[in-house]
């Protein structure tokens, strides 16, 4: 019998785990800036992978409804951009209520949470899970028109993309190996 060392890669885990939980908030806080970062990638590309078009009669009725809007100052909102473009075509950001929601910390509708070893952020918006998930829906007043419709939303959901995956893999490495 060859004599030799060995590690159990569940101990290994469960340190890392442990050490990660007792950094902290300020541990967390990174974290969730990376996904918010991520959030708001997505939304400036239309979703990554690129979430589904919005059906015409939804683009038609956002620009008889006068949208996108500009800002108080009369300004295109950097924010409102999707590849490129200030466009009623311009997938989830209507209002940019749900935007803010997901991407600013202030935001009273932003869910941001740390427990049982998974670190997240999201939305508190009713419609956050619609849009997150898809749905069907009688909507009673489409786009404030007096008409009923039942509208089939696709899902177009917010994700952990890889570029924030490595991220984050690089604030946990050095994390682990420099305890900050």
Known sequence: MTPRVQVEMGDVAAWANRTLESLGAEFDARIQGILRDDVRAQFAKGG???????????VRAKRAAGYPRLNRRGLVPVSALQNGQFA?????????????????????????????GAISIGSSLAYAAVHQHGATI???????????????VPARPLVVTDRAAREIAGVVTSSLTEGN
């Open 48 to 58: 990554e992978p690129a979430w589904q078009p919005l059906a015409p009669s939804t």
């Open 88 to 116: 009623p075509a311009n997938k989830l950001m209507m209002t940019m209520a749900l935007y803010s929601s997901w991407t600013d910390s202030r935001d009273p509708n932003h869910v941001a949470t740390a427990e049982e």
């Open 138 to 152: 009688n909507h009673p007043n489409v786009f404030g028109t007096g008409r009923s419709a039942t509208i089939r």
